[in-house]
């Protein structure tokens, strides 16, 4: 079944087909067959067995390909990839312990799935890094049923980012890989947007998103609408990751798209507004670098290339197919379970245990240094001792509440920078030249079920081009703000709290307050 002189990929997404054989020419890979085709079928109807069996077989005519051996892979949207950390085991009950693990998780069963891992033990600190990565059984079954049926043989299935990532990163594994984390981000012929962080080598997160409309539409303002959700769900992956990989930091980025038409330019605009090298993906074995190739054909290389590549550790789910059905890690008997259940919380235990005492440990050397350094203070400066015993315990309170609430704002404008970003852009499209804008203010107030109250208030200068009609103006601004579908969203109401005369350098006008009101968040 398993013949290692395969060197072809087969990909299916679905909807198309897409082959790639490569070879070895003078110590480089070279594509020496490709092709791609689309299953005929009606509009948002999913294609017949017999249609796609048809596809294949005639793509594989087409690129030219002899060989009966094939790898291939599942698509993103059945496929997942999921990092943890677990307290060193020996290397017989990682299989068992993982699949325990993971069920915190994953968003389906692992009965399921058929999953493989990546280890990464750190034995000083007595702890491994998990890479754990699987794609659904029934996703996997009906598709080795039709390529089995078009009279191929199967020689790994993976999941399919783990395949782009391998052919656009080939290179760069064979020369040891580099030590700083990038993305690879991919978007298929649908218009599918897919981001894969990476380091040394291994895949440490994959995120799927929304479907983008491409440049190449006629609509300029269309085209500057897509590249801004593009740009937001970029930002967010890599907030995403830099949350999860305490320490890491993206710092540049391979885009796989058609960067000469279709999403004309995004390469140069990336790298404009995340501030990294922004790189254009070509896939291992093109030999015309000048040309764009989808993220399907790269996933088919990326398949024909797993022969040649070292970095195979644990990524044949094929494999895991075969040793499921002879002996399915599912079939422990319930003792065992038990026993493996039992062991896990114990570890888990001893671990809360030593955690909390090196905790109350370096707690209590904090607050020892604290208050020498305190003590310190007060002798060499008696006057600071003195203005704070006028205050009252009221007072002090009150000024403490005071810094907690600039604290929880400027915390707040760092960890929803992109929302608050996008409402502050809409902002400035919005306000007319005969407004300033003099104050901004945002507030996170907790409501009585538990939930948040967010709200934006907005200060400014009104001068009216006609004396009289000041309120109408406000109303117009305000009602522009309210048109205004991306900066009204998740926010439901705004009303004007004040309005009073003011003159600024000699210009009569009216000094205007707005509160925006945000949907109110219940308690999770």
């Not at 090298?277 to 024909?304: F, N, R, Y």
């Not at 905790?359 to 704070?388: G, L």
């Not at 300033?436 to 409501?447: I, K, V, Y």
Request: aromatic share 8%; glycine share 6%.
């Amino acid at each position: 079944m398993f013949k290692e002189d395969a060197k072809v990929g087969l990909y299916f997404d679905g909807r198309r087909v897409y082959v790639a054989e490569l070879h070895k020419e003078s110590g480089q890979l070279r594509i020496s067959g490709s092709a791609h085709a689309e299953v005929f079928s009606p509009p948002w109807v999913p294609p017949e067995p017999a249609a796609i069996i048809q596809t294949i077989q005639q793509t594989l005519r087409q690129a030219g390909v002899h060989s009966k051996t094939v790898a291939t892979a599942l698509p993103a949207r059945d496929s997942v990839i999921r990092y943890f950390e677990m307290p060193l085991l020996p290397k017989k009950e990682w299989a068992n312990a993982i699949r325990f693990e993971a069920h915190k998780y994953m968003p389906f069963d692992t009965k399921d799935l058929y999953f493989g891992f990546d280890v990464l033990p750190e034995a000083p600190l007595k702890k491994m890094k998990v890479i754990f990565f699987a794609v659904k059984k029934q996703s996997a079954d009906h598709l080795i049923r039709l390529i089995s049926e078009a009279g191929l043989t199967i020689r790994a299935i993976e999941p399919g980012f783990v395949s782009l990532f391998r052919a656009y990163n080939f290179e760069r594994i064979h020369k040891g890989g580099e030590g700083e984390a990038y993305a690879v981000v991919g978007i298929d012929d649908d218009d599918n947007l897919n981001v894969a962080v990476t380091k040394s080598g291994l895949l440490l997160i994959s995120q799927d998103s929304i479907v983008l409309k491409p440049s190449g539409d006629d609509d300029p303002s269309k085209a500057n609408i897509a590249f801004e959700t593009f740009l937001t769900e970029i930002r967010l992956t890599l907030n995403y990751f830099s949350k999860s990989f305490k320490g890491e930091e993206v710092r540049r980025m391979v885009l796989c798209a058609d960067v000469t038409h279709r999403f004309k330019d995004w390469d140069k605009m990336l790298g404009q507004e995340l501030g990294i090298p922004v790189e254009i993906g070509h896939a291992v074995g093109q030999a015309d670098k000048t040309k764009p190739v989808s993220s399907g054909m790269a996933i088919a290389c990326g398949l024909a290339a797993r022969r040649y590549s070292e970095e195979k550790r644990g990524l044949n789910l094929e494999r895991i197919t075969k040793n499921t059905q002879a002996a399915s890690p599912a079939s422990l008997t319930a003792a065992e379970e038990n026993k493996l259940v039992r062991q896990w919380i114990l570890v888990e235990l001893i671990l809360m245990v030593l955690g909390f005492f090196s905790v109350y440990y370096f707690m209590t050397t904090k607050v020892n240094a604290t208050r020498r350094v305190v003590q310190q203070a007060r002798i060499a400066h008696p006057q600071t001792v003195s203005a704070t015993n006028e205050m009252s315990l009221g007072q002090l309170n009150q000024k403490e509440l005071g810094l907690n609430k600039r604290l929880a704002f400027l915390t707040a404008l760092v960890d929803q920078r992109v929302y608050w970003t996008n409402k502050m852009n809409e902002i400035a499209k919005t306000v007319p030249q005969n407004i300033q804008l003099t104050f901004l203010d945002f507030t996170d107030d907790e409501n009585v079920d538990g939930g948040g109250n967010l709200s934006l208030k907005i200060e400014g200068d009104l001068f009216p081009n006609e004396p009289g009609n000041e309120l109408d103006a406000a109303n117009r601004f305000v009602d522009a703000l309210k048109q205004d579908q991306e900066f009204m969203r998740g926010i439901g109401e705004i009303k004007i709290n004040s309005l009073h005369k003011v003159a600024v350098k000699g210009r009569a006008g009216v000094h205007f307050a707005l509160e925006c009101a945000a949907i109110p968040t219940q308690e999770a």
